[in-house]
């Protein structure tokens, strides 16, 4: 016998089967606000083991503010920081995202965000003037980590300016628990003025098209992750980083100075590879890092291009607390080699008694000022783990004589200072004789609390002697 099916109860039985229609469907899912926290936090885990409709408010926010201490920058951001707030959803998921363009603000914004399968990855849906709100909707239908961007044109610019983020899908069984997730992307940036030139700096668009950062960062400002800003672990508690490039241009080849990464979701991707030293992220892409540090100390996340990391500011810490594991990491011993001529100290230096003048500590100021402070600190107190303190040095006091030669020479490697360990490099500093000895001086009188030292004609004969 045929019953006559009528519209109705066609509308009726579909409503009854949520999962066969997906428009229905989607009203059926719990709806969850994205929590938004400031990088490098990261939203929580998801331990849910259904979909769920996420509703992601973002705001674009031109703000201006430090790139470099003492050089501001007009940054253009996702949620007022670089990179944008990172969002977090689980594979399956529909989101719901509201973009808004502040009112003050002085241009169009979108995002494209590679989490989504569409052509433009919702830019032209989410394209807007100042003052406008769009929402766009679409299903994470694979897990990853995936990087989100500004694509209005000239797209490059409005990246470099900060406009980058990462959405976060995590697979359907969700992820491991950690002790600490942390939030790092890694851009580049072209400033009219040099590195660290002090005011308020411009974009320059032809460094940009030729590639040619003034800055390479992480977090989007020198110093985003080093002394106060540090990243913080305890010995044998795990770390996952989710790290992502946003570029527009240079590729990261990422490495932490002084660990192994037991896994990386390589590209940001479902495999893992393990026992990787270094990790190369593309402009655009991103990966997954989990480690677990075993000793106490400062690791060092840099690009391991390095001069974006001691020239450009691609450096940031991991600071580590806990037990010494000497089994793992020992202390090192260092002896002289047999017939070597033992170290001077400042007591056995040719001329301990050195004469100076009040003009020479003013010279010794003026020089110090322009040539240590951008490293050593105006205060002489360093950057920890990464430029040592020349104030109250235990490694300076021991034998400041000597440190004229490092000022002469350079100087690179491991070096410990005030029981720090640091692993940097230190360029000749290309200065006269007099300079280099009124420095020292400076530098021993007034912030060590010790006596002048050199003369020019010992720096003379550094010099001299420097090539036999
Ligand atoms: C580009 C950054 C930079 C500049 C500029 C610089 N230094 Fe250094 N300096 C370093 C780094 C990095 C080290 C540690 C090198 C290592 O790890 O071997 C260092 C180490 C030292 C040390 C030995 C360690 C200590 O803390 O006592 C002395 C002394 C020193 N510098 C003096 C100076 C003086 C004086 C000037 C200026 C004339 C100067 N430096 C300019 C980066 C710099
Ligand atoms: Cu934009």
């Known amino acids: 016998m045929n019953k006559k099916i009528t519209l109705g109860a066609l509308l009726a039985l579909a409503a009854a089967l949520p999962a066969t229609v997906p428009a229905n469907a989607v009203e059926k899912l719990p709806v969850i606000e994205q929590e938004l926290v400031a990088p490098p936090a990261v939203p929580p885990r998801i331990t849910r083991k259904t979909p769920a409709k996420v509703v992601v408010n973002l705001t674009v926010e031109e703000v201006e503010r430090e790139i470099a201490p003492g050089t501001r920058y007009m940054f253009w951001t996702f949620g007022g920081t670089v990179p944008g707030k990172m969002i977090r959803v689980r594979e399956g998921d529909t989101v719901e995202l509201h973009l808004k363009n502040l009112n003050g603000n002085k241009l169009p914004h979108n995002i494209d965000l590679h989490a989504v399968t569409g052509p433009g990855g919702g830019a032209s849906q989410t394209l807007i003037a100042p003052g406008n709100e769009a929402v766009f909707t679409f299903k994470a239908l694979q897990s990853g980590l ?168 691609a450096i940031g810490l991991l600071s580590v607390s806990g037990k010494p594991d000497p089994a793992i990491y020992s202390e090192g011993i260092k002896r002289a080699l047999p017939g070597a001529a033992p170290a001077t100290s400042a007591a056995a230096a040719p001329n301990p008694v050195v004469a100076t003048t009040p003009a020479q500590h003013v010279r010794g100021k003026a020089v110090y000022d322009a040539n240590c402070a951008a490293c050593h600190q105006a205060d002489g107190k360093g950057v920890a783990g990464v430029f040592p303190p020349l104030a109250n040095s ?43 000895a009124a420095v020292i001086n400076y530098v021993n009188v007034e912030m060590n609390k010790g006596k002048p030292v050199i003369e020019g004609k010992h720096v003379r004969e550094m010099r001299a002697n420097r090539n036999k």
Not at 166 to 181: K, Q, S, T, Y
Not at 403 to 428: D, F, K, Q, T, W
Request: one cysteine or more.
């Open 146 to 313: 995936y990087v989100y961007h500004c694509a209005t044109a000239p797209v490059g610019m409005h990246i470099a300016n900060g406009m980058y983020g990462m959405i976060l899908v995590e697979p359907p069984e969700g992820m491991a628990a950690v002790d600490h997730e942390y939030y790092v992307m890694q851009g580049d940036f072209y400033t009219e003025g040099t590195y660290r030139a002090s005011g308020l700096q411009k974009f320059d668009m032809n460094k940009a098209i030729d590639e040619k950062p003034t800055y390479v960062l992480f977090n989007g400002a020198d110093g985003a992750l080093t002394g106060k800003n540090a990243l913080t672990a305890k010995t044998g508690e795990s770390v996952r980083m989710f790290f992502g490039v946003g570029g527009p241009n240079i590729t990261s080849s990422f490495h932490v100075i002084g660990t192994i990464f037991d896994k990386v979701y390589f590209e940001g991707g479902k495999r893992t590879q393990e026992n990787v030293q270094t990790t190369m992220v593309p402009a655009g892409g991103s990966a997954i890092l989990e480690f677990t540090p075993r000793v106490p100390g400062n690791l060092t996340l840099v690009d391991h291009s390095l001069t974006r990391a001691f020239n450009k500011g």
């Open 394 to 436: 235990d490694f300076f006091k021991e034998r400041p004589y000597e440190m004229a030669h490092i000022v002469l020479n350079g100087r690179s490697g491991e070096i410990v200072v005030n029981g720090e360990h640091y692993n940097g490099v230190m360029p000749p500093q290309d200065l006269s004789d007099d300079d280099i």
